[in-house]
Structures are given as structure tokens and as C-alpha cells.
């Protein structure tokens, strides 16, 4: 990983093979980051999980385990408790030229990974809404 911050914009390159939730992770700590716009997002990917929230908690996700085109990235840093929470939509690029779309629950980068995130002037928290089962986004 290589990461530059200048003021409030902090901007990632990821490796081949690393982790890329775990390695914004260690990058924001890094940082002192703990609420946070992730503006964007390009590169590869592969071993990926997008997910789809249906209800009361529960996620059904589809794995990617081929390469796929990180098109697009985007989503928000914040506290839940004591944990980190990067909360990421994506949409990927699959051979053949066709896209999915979801919640990115996990993925290793595929050659390389570029991710742009500013630093909210807010603190961000999610709280349980007993309502969806969602850690929903409060200001704290």
C-alpha cells in the first residue's frame, strides 16, 4: 500500500493481492481517520463479495471469484462503537462487458487499486435502527 494525504484528502494505491477493506482500514488508522467520504474508486479485483441487504439484518451476497474491472467505488467511513466501519458500493466490470452492483463486503485487489477519501468535518456514527436492522449513519 502507498498512500499521500494532503489536508483533508487522503488517496490509497493498493498492491496486487492485498485486502482492500483491511488495507483501508490500516491506512485510516494510520491517518486517525474515523469519519470519512470515500469519493472514489478504480482499479481490479477478484475473490470480491457484493452483497444486497434483504431485510431484518440478513445480506445475501454474490461472489465474484474472477477478475473483475473496479468501475466504480464509492461510500463512508465511521464509528460503530469502538469498530471502523467502511461501508462501500461498487460496480465491477465482468468479461464479456457485463456490470453488477452491491454493498463490497470483501475483496483482494487484482493488480492495482486506487481509492480517493476525504475527511468529514462531522463525526460519523451508525446506531441499530430497530426498524430495518441497519447500523444507520447518525451525526455524532
Known sequence: MEKKREGDLLVIRLSNGEDMLGAMKQALA?????????????????????????GRGEYE?????TESELCSLNGNISKHGDDLVIHLHAVVGRPGGNALAGH??????????????????????????????????TFG
Open 104 to 137: 463490497l463486503s470483501s475483496a483482494i485487489v487484482n493488480m492495482t487499486a486506487e481509492i480517493a477519501i476525504l475527511v468529514a468535518p462531522q463525526k460519523l456514527v451508525r446506531k441499530q435502527d430497530p426498524e430495518t436492522g441497519l447500523r444507520t449513519l
Open 61 to 65: 451476497t454474490v461472489p465474484l471469484a
Open 30 to 54: 494510520e491517518e486517525g481517520i474515523t469519519s470519512a467520504i470515500v469519493l472514489g474508486g478504480v482499479g481490479m479485483i477478484r475473490n470480491a463479495g457484493l452483497s444486497f441487504y434483504r
